[in-house]
C-alpha cells in the first residue's frame, strides 16, 4: 500500500508538460487501487482475528428464489457465530440451481418443488448421492379487489374452470349465474415462476396447463398492484405478499378454508400449501461447517421461517429432519 | 404560377408567415421532446428520494445484507460494483479501442473486415443474458473460474466490447483525413500517425463511447443472474477470484419481497448507484475537458 502511494505521489509531482490527461487517468486507476487493496487489508486483518475459532470455509447454496430468504435468514445468524464460514446464496431458480448441484457445484439447492425424475437420474449419472429436507410451507393465496363483495369463496373445482386453457370463463357471472356480468381481469405468475409450475399441478392436475390470457408477471409486487388496482380482477401468488398487502387486498376461501398461518401449517388449506425443501449433497457433509450450517438450519427454521413470512413445520417435524440428518451422517 | 406568385407581395407575405408558424410548431416540439426526458427522470428521481432517502446512511453503506431491512447494508454489492466495473475497464477498453483502431487504420476494405464489421453490429443487439450464458460455460465452467469477479467482469467484457468497438470507429472516422495526411507527409508511420495525429483528436470521442459502455456493465443484472453472481453475500470480495454480488442483482432481490421495507431499501440502493453513475460520469467529462485543451 505504501509502495502504491508513493507512485501516486510521484506521479502526481512529475513535472511534465502536457501530460496531464495520463497523469489524472493513472491517478484515478491508482485510487480505486489503493481503496481496493485498502479493503482487502482491512478483510485480512479481521481473519487473522479470528484465525483461533474453528469452523472455517466456503459454504455454496443456490436455487429457488422463494427459498432463498429463508437461507439468507439462516445464513445471517449462523456467520454472526461463524465468521470465519462464508455462506453464498444464488437465486438461479429451482431448476437452475438443481443444473449446478448435479455437478456438483453447489452444496445445498435451495427448491420450491420436491426434485423431478430427471435430475434424480443426473445426480446418479453423476454419483451425487442427495437428502431432502423440509423447512416449512409457503400458501398459494387466491386474491380479489377489495371492493369484490361478491365473492368470498370459491371450490378447486371452479379455479380449475377459470384457469384451464380455452376457458369459457370472461365474466364473473360465468363461475356463478349471480355474480356481476362484468368481464374478469386475470392476473398470475408467469411461466418461469415455480408458482405456476406448482398451482398448475395441484388445481389441473397437470404441469404448466393453463390458459394464456391473462396477465402474466414473475414480480408478484406488480400482481399485487394489479389486483389492487381493478375492481374485477382475480389472481393468484405467493401467502406472503398477501400477508404484506392485507389492507389492499381480500384472500378467497379455497374450498371453504381461509389461507392463513394455521391452516397451511395443520395442512386443511389444501391443496394450495406447498412445502419448501433444501438438497443437501451428502459429500459435502464431510465438511465440518457444511453439518454445523444444515443442523443450524433446521434447529433455527421455526423462528427464522416465520421472520421471513412463511409458514414454518410443526415442531416435530423439525425434530424429524433432525435425525434425517443424523442418519446419513 | 410559382414565380407570379413570388411577385405578388400579398401571397409572398402569407408563404413567409406560414413557413414561420410551421418552424415555431417544429421548435415547440422540439422542446417537449427534450423536456420530457426531463421530466421523467426528474419524476424517478423524486420517487426514489421519497422512497428511499430515508433509508440512506452509513450503516446502509458499511452494512451486509440482512433479513431486518433496518440492519440491511450494501457493503458487499458495493465493493463487488466498483472492482467489477474497474476490471471491466481494464479488459475491455485496450481490446476495445485496439479492435476499432485496426478495423479503421490499418485493414484494407476487403470482404474479412467487411464480415468482422457486421458481426460487430451484430453482436452489439445480442439480449444481454445471452452474454451471461456464454460466460457460463466459457468462463465459468470451461476455464473453471468458477463464479468469481474475474468471470463476471469478463462477461461484462465481452457484453461492452462492441459498443466500444463502435463507438471508437466512429470517432476515428470523424477525424478528418487532412490530419493522417499531414502526418504521413511529414515522414510519420502508420503507427506514429495513430499515435500522435489521429487518437488524440479522436479521444474525447471515445471517452464518451467508454463511458456508454461502462454504464451499461454498470447496470446490468441478468448475464450475471446467469453466470450465477448471488443475491446473498455478506463479506466483502478480497480478490478477483471470490464470490460477488453487485448493486443490481441486490437492487433485483430486494424489489421481489413482499415486505414494503425491502422496496424502500431497493430504492436507497438505487439512489447509490446513480451516484456513483454520475461519479464515473464526471470523471470522464473532467477527462475529456482535459483532453479537449490539450488538443487546442
Known amino acids: ?329 | 404560377m410559382e414565380a407570379r406568385d413570388l411577385l405578388d407581395p400579398e401571397k409572398l407575405k402569407l408563404k413567409v408567415k406560414r413557413r414561420r408558424k410551421i418552424d415555431k410548431i417544429f421548435s415547440l416540439f422540439a422542446l417537449f421532446a427534450s423536456l420530457l426526458g426531463l421530466l421523467l427522470l426528474f419524476a424517478f428521481f423524486i420517487s426514489l428520494i421519497v422512497k428511499g432517502a430515508s433509508w440512506l446512511s452509513l450503516s446502509f453503506l458499511l452494512g451486509t445484507p440482512s433479513r431486518f431491512p433496518e440492519k440491511a447494508g450494501i457493503l458487499p454489492a458495493l465493493v463487488g460494483s466498483f472492482w467489477l466495473i474497474i476490471l471491466t475497464a481494464i479488459f475491455s477498453i485496450p481490446l476495445g479501442i485496439g479492435a476499432a483502431i485496426f478495423l479503421e487504420e490499418y485493414s484494407k476494405k476487403n470482404f474479412i473486415a467487411r464480415f468482422i464489421q457486421i458481426n460487430i453490429s451484430n453482436l452489439a443487439g445480442v439480449p444481454s443474458v445471452v452474454y451471461g450464458i456464454l460466460g457460463l460455460a466459457v468462463f465459468v465452467r470451461f476455464l473453471a473460474l468458477g463464479r468469481s469477479i474475474i468471470a463476471g467482469s469478463l462477461t461484462m467484457s465481452l457484453l461492452v466490447l462492441p459498443i466500444i468497438i463502435i463507438a471508437t470507429q466512429e470517432a476515428l472516422k470523424m477525424v478528418p483525413k487532412t490530419i493522417r495526411e499531414a502526418s504521413f507527409s511529414l515522414g510519420a508511420s502508420q503507427w506514429q500517425t495513430v499515435r500522435y495525429a489521429v487518437l488524440p483528436v479522436a479521444f474525447p470521442s471515445i471517452l464518451t463511447g467508454i463511458i456508454l459502455a461502462l454504464a451499461r456493465a454498470i447496470g446490468e443484472t441478468a448475464p450475471l443472474i446467469a453466470i450465477g453472481a448471488l443475491s446473498y453475500v455478506a463479506y466483502v470480495p478480497r480478490s478477483p477470484a471470490d464470490p460477488f454480488t453487485v448493486l443490481p442483482v441486490q437492487i433485483y432481490t430486494w424489489v421481489s419481497r413482499p415486505q414494503k421495507e425491502f422496496q424502500d431499501l431497493a430504492a436507497a440502493a438505487i439512489i447509490v448507484l446513480l451516484l456513483l453513475f454520475i461519479l464515473l460520469n464526471a470523471l470522464v467529462v473532467f477527462l475529456r475537458y482535459q483532453s479537449r485543451k490539450r488538443v487546442r
Open chain 1, 1 to 329: 500500500m505504501e509502495k502504491q502511494m508513493m507512485m501516486l505521489k510521484r506521479i502526481l509531482t512529475k513535472k511534465k508538460g502536457g501530460k496531464s490527461l495520463k497523469k489524472a487517468f493513472i491517478a484515478t486507476l491508482l485510487f480505486f487501487a489503493v481503496i481496493l487493496s485498502g479493503c482487502a487489508q482491512e478483510a485480512k486483518e479481521t481473519q487473522k482475528e479470528q484465525a483461533e475459532k474453528k469452523l472455517s470455509g466456503e459454504i455454496k447454496v443456490d436455487g429457488s428464489s422463494t427459498v432463498a430468504p429463508i437461507t439468507e435468514a439462516v445464513a445471517e445468524e449462523f456467520q454472526k457465530e461463524n465468521p470465519d464460514v462464508r455462506v453464498t446464496v444464488g437465486i438461479s431458480g429451482t431448476g437452475g440451481g438443481f443444473k449446478k448441484f448435479v455437478v456438483g457445484e453447489t452444496d445445498i439447492n435451495d427448491a420450491s418443488r420436491p426434485i423431478k425424475d430427471e435430475e434424480k437420474e443426473a445426480c446418479k449419472k453423476n454419483n451425487i448421492k442427495y437428502v431432502e429436507f423440509k423447512v416449512g410451507y409457503d400458501g398459494l393465496t387466491v386474491v380479489v379487489n377489495k371492493e369484490n363483495d361478491w365473492c368470498k369463496d370459491l371450490t378447486v373445482e371452479e379455479l380449475r374452470k377459470i384457469w384451464e386453457p380455452n376457458s369459457k370463463v370472461k365474466k364473473w357471472s360465468d363461475i356463478r349465474p349471480e355474480w356481476p356480468k362484468e368481464k374478469i381481469v386475470l392476473f398470475g405468475p408467469d411461466t418461469d415462476s415455480g408458482t405456476f409450475d406448482y398451482f398448475t399441478e395441484v388445481i389441473m392436475g397437470e404441469e404448466g396447463k393453463s390458459r394464456a390470457d391473462y396477465t402474466a408477471s414473475t414480480d408478484d409486487n406488480i400482481l399485487v398492484e394489479g389486483v389492487a388496482g381493478e375492481k374485477y380482477s382475480l389472481g393468484y401468488f405467493g401467502f406472503a405478499y398477501y400477508e404484506q398487502n392485507k389492507d389492499k387486498l381480500k384472500a378467497v376461501k379455497v374450498n371453504g378454508v381461509n389461507p392463513s398461518v394455521e391452516t397451511i401449517r395443520n395442512g386443511s388449506y389444501s391443496p394450495l400449501s406447498r412445502p419448501l425443501f433444501i438438497y443437501l449433497n451428502q459429500a459435502s457433509l464431510k465438511r465440518k461447517e457444511v453439518l454445523a450450517f444444515v443442523k443450524f438450519y433446521l434447529e433455527n427454521a421455526p423462528t427464522l421461517v416465520a421472520d421471513v413470512g412463511y409458514v414454518p413445520l410443526p415442531d416435530e417435524e423439525y425434530l424429524d429432519q433432525l435425525s434425517k440428518l443424523k442418519d446419513v451422517k
